[in-house]
């Protein structure tokens, strides 16, 4: 599984994405046990690398922003970026335009790493990018982001197992199944069923990743990285987090 893998981060390593060694300056020799050198307040656990996440979600539920408000920061910052990245954290996203993920985090430039394809579909892209930014950039916490009234789940709730016109069957392909382990009750209104697919899409994408990732299968196995689905309600701005997914779950499916 190596081998099929390591051809990708060749080119991933030539690529202009990787603009030097391990993603950020070094700084002092703190006698850490990582060995990426990180800024000092980026988190450097699984659990508080989600705490960060919570606490930003939370600043912007309750229009507190802060870090993302800090535009004097904005030249000083991208010039150190320049040098380097080192996101703590992996958004795995909707495209949908009212998820703006650094605002509903309130994390500025530099600490999220995000794939956004509408319906938060892992493929292989999605998937190479996930083992880029935990693999080489140090990422501890992927979040897999569903939203309240997804219209990529809906489309594909609405065809009812008909093929999509044109290239949106691929959000058929992407939720395989999806519809068919959760079948609508009789006793739910449409968007009660909408929010369980979206819940269970997002799970589903997680589990994806991990199935599919021998990279984060093994990062999750030993506890470095952990992958978190989730959920966030357009309205109150709140992202509801669910259970980090474990390698015991991931190896029968
Ligand atoms: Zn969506």
Redesign the pocket.
């Known amino acids: 599984m190596r081998k099929t893998t390591f051809p990708a981060l060749i080119l991933l390593l030539a690529s202009p994405l990787c603009g030097q060694e391990h993603g950020a300056p070094k700084a002092e020799p703190k006698g850490k046990a990582t060995s990426s050198a990180a800024p000092s307040d980026n988190p450097d656990s699984p659990s508080a690398a989600l705490a960060e996440l919570q606490s930003g979600n939370s600043r912007f539920v309750n229009s507190k922003r802060s870090r993302t408000l800090e535009t004097a920061k904005d030249a000083g910052r991208r010039g150190e970026l320049a040098k380097g990245q080192s996101p703590f954290a992996v958004i795995v996203t ?1 495209s ?1 335009s009212r998820v703006p993920d650094n605002l509903v985090f309130d994390q500025e430039m530099g600490r999220l790493f995000t794939i956004r394809v ?2 938060e579909l892992l493929e292989p892209g999605g998937i190479a990018s996930v083992d880029y930014a935990v693999e080489h950039l140090g990422s501890k916490v992927v979040i897999v982001l569903g ?1 309240a009234s ?3 789940v809906k489309a594909v709730r609405d065809a009812k197992g008909k093929p999509l016109p044109g290239n949106l069957w691929a959000f058929q392909a992407g939720m395989a199944g999806l519809l068919e382990t959760n079948p609508a009750d009789p006793n739910e209104d449409g968007a009660a069923y909408l929010a369980r697919l979206v819940e269970q899409n997002a799970k589903r994408q997680a589990q994806i990743l991990v199935d599919r990732s021998a990279e984060v299968r093994h990062l999750v196995g030993s506890d470095k990285v952990w992958v978190v689905p989730a959920v966030y309600d357009l309205a109150s701005g709140k992202v509801s987090f669910f259970k980090p997914l474990s390698v015991a779950e991931a190896s029968h499916h």
């Open positions: 909707c949908d509408a319906g939203h997804c219209g990529a």
